[in-house]
């Protein structure tokens, strides 16, 4: 692909002379959006399959799941909290992988903005609210951006993968994060559990108003998927990133900064899982970092979620937004499901593993549909 083919994917196509829509136009919005749902219709059919073979009736669970998921205010609020790290993990995966890089780091980047954002505020406890609540969302996103940096800046200058670096960058900092709850930031008392102690109410997050536990992360994600939105498709910067995805070695050729593009898309991708970090931090109802469980129980595996929720919105900051609020429901409903029909837990796993499996799986079919979109479109213009 040369330069010029590669700028010319970036440009709007020119406006059809014929007021009638062409049948690209009909059939590109529909293959989007009909091959994920058909994928997740035929996940919870096999879903379905395994409860019949527990003996649970299927109906009941999945009715109990739609109600404990979208069933209610609290019920919406509650899917909402959790969609909330997955959307700000899933805005950083469509940067990174628009650059041609894959952001396997998540969970590590969350850690590193909730480390970074906590030391923040037991720095500088006093501050005022107004002050201290955006001083550590910041802070978080600077924590996870030099988490996401790191890998980025190996995969450029010294080649090497990024999916093992950010991989084993989750493993440290894990670690990292045991270590410091085990001594240095451990709540002082008789009882040494890994958690912090309370930290200032002047970071804690403003509720919304409504009486539910929804509060102000919620917002703070869907802006962080504007600003994404705009970072990618509204400014040079953009251009400059998606165009290294789509051939490097023409864009090394025209003269941009390759291997810089590749350290600012991680960079960028650590930053947005880093705010999800500290709003998990001082959003939460202990207002405390919290080890005690391992790694996973304090990001709540949103590391990895946000992967198949940024996948199923194709890859776009605006899309992820109703992936995530979806893939929230299925976890937030699962343990009304679980409640209902008094199956195990490891049920509810499975069942979220086959709803990610045929959402990942059916990318291909997607991306043939798509195709045989364009050649029907390309023999229409044709005759």
């Known amino acids: 692909m040369t330069l010029t083919d590669t700028l010319a994917q970036e440009q709007p196509p020119p406006e059809d002379p014929d007021p009638r829509p062409s049948r690209r136009a009909s059939l590109a919005p529909l293959v989007g959006l009909a091959v994920p749902l058909l994928a997740v219709v035929a996940a919870l059919t096999v879903g379905a399959i395994m409860l019949l073979a527990l003996g649970a009736n299927p109906l009941r669970g999945y009715g109990a799941l739609l109600d404990g998921a979208f069933g209610g205010r609290d019920a919406l609020a509650d899917t909402a909290l959790k969609s909330m790290p997955l959307l700000l993990v899933g805005v950083g995966i469509c940067i990174a992988f628009r650059t041609g890089v894959i952001n396997i780091g998540g969970e590590g980047q969350i850690i590193a903005g909730a480390i970074l954002a906590t030391v923040v505020s037991l720095a500088i406890p006093g501050t005022p609210r107004l002050l201290l609540v955006p001083i550590v969302l910041v802070a978080g996103g600077v924590g996870g951006a030099i988490w996401g940096a790191i890998p980025g800046a ?30 240095l930031l451990i709540e002082e008392g008789a009882i040494r559990i890994q958690q912090t102690k309370r930290l200032t109410e ?173 050649r029907t479109a390309r023999r229409e213009e044709a005759s």
């Open 154 to 183: 190996l995969k450029a200058y010294a080649g090497v993968s990024e999916i093992l670096s950010t991989i084993m960058m989750n493993i440290v900092a894990a670690q990292f994060l045991s270590f410091l709850l085990q001594d």
């Open 202 to 374: 002047n970071a804690d997050l403003p509720l919304l108003p409504g009486g539910t536990r929804l509060h102000l992360g919620v917002l703070i994600a869907v802006l962080v998927a504007v600003l994404g939105y705009v970072l990618l498709f509204r400014s040079a910067l953009g251009v400059r990133l998606r165009a290294t995805g789509h051939n490097p070695h023409a864009s090394r050729y025209a003269g941009m900064p390759v291997k810089r593009s590749i350290v600012q898309a991680l960079a960028f991708s650590g930053a947005c899982s880093g705010v999800a970090g500290a709003i998990l931090v001082f959003g939460s109802e202990s207002h405390r970092l919290i080890g005690e469980g391992g790694a996973a129980a304090f990001t709540q595996n949103a590391g990895f979620n946000g992967i198949v929720a940024a996948l199923f919105g194709g890859l776009h900051p605006l899309s992820t937004i109703p992936a995530s609020f979806f893939f929230g429901g299925m976890l937030t409903g699962g343990i009304s499901l679980q409640r209902e029909l008094q199956v195990p837990a490891a049920l509810i796993v499975a069942l979220n593993g086959v709803v990610v499996v045929f959402v990942v799986g059916s990318l291909k079919l997607q991306g043939r549909l798509s195709a045989w979109a364009d």
